[in-house]
């Protein structure tokens, strides 16, 4: 009887109750990335067009989406003389390889010497092979003969061509 009593006590143990923490953190583990890079510089080469070179405290890559993400990244791009052109900084940068885009957020900076401006926001989508920038949200643009503030931007870097959804702010002189 006491051997009974036993297996039926082991049988009820080996039951297990839905966890959802548990659940998570083996969704979790599934998720994980095949390379963890810490101190990273990566390279976004592009056909015939100087790369972007990026530094990170912390990548992740995922070979089967060709994504890397990236922790406090800081990137630069050398323009087609050689010489330092676009440069920038983001809390956190997501990195489509095959489509050439880097979606940055957290209190993004963009520079580009040749346009002569600087774009600030906290999200914003890099397309480095067109040299075009985006977003949806808020923003700020300074340049050379202005500044302004608003909401929605679309610019060209390479034409100088700048959309505005929503303008706040801001100020151009000719």
């Keep these: ?24 953190e083996q969704t979790a583990v599934i ?5 963890e890079m810490g101190r990273a510089r990566y390279i976004l080469s592009q056909s015939g067009r100087q790369p972007v ?24 791009q050398n323009g087609e003389d050689g010489e330092p052109d676009i440069s920038g900084s983001a809390g956190r940068a997501v990195i489509d390889t095959d489509a050439e885009t880097m979606v940055l ?17 906290d999200h914003l989508i890099f397309d480095t092979a067109n040299s075009t920038v985006e977003t949806d949200g808020a923003f700020s643009i300074t340049f050379d003969s202005g500044a302004m503030r608003g909401v929605g931007l679309y610019a060209d870097l390479r034409s100088m061509q700048v959309d505005i959804a929503s303008l706040d702010d801001g100020e151009v002189s000719y």
């Design 53 to 76: 070179v990026m530094e990170s405290a912390r990548m992740s890559y995922w070979m089967d989406d060709n994504r890397i993400e990236a922790e406090s990244p800081v990137f630069s």
């Design 105 to 121: 957020e957290g209190s993004v900076r963009l520079e580009s010497k040749s346009a002569s401006l600087s774009i600030a926001s």
């Design 31 to 35: 998720e994980h990335s095949d390379i």
């Design 1 to 24: 009887m006491r051997i009974l009593v036993l297996l039926a006590i082991l049988s009820l143990c080996s039951c297990t109750v839905y966890d959802e923490a548990y659940v998570e």
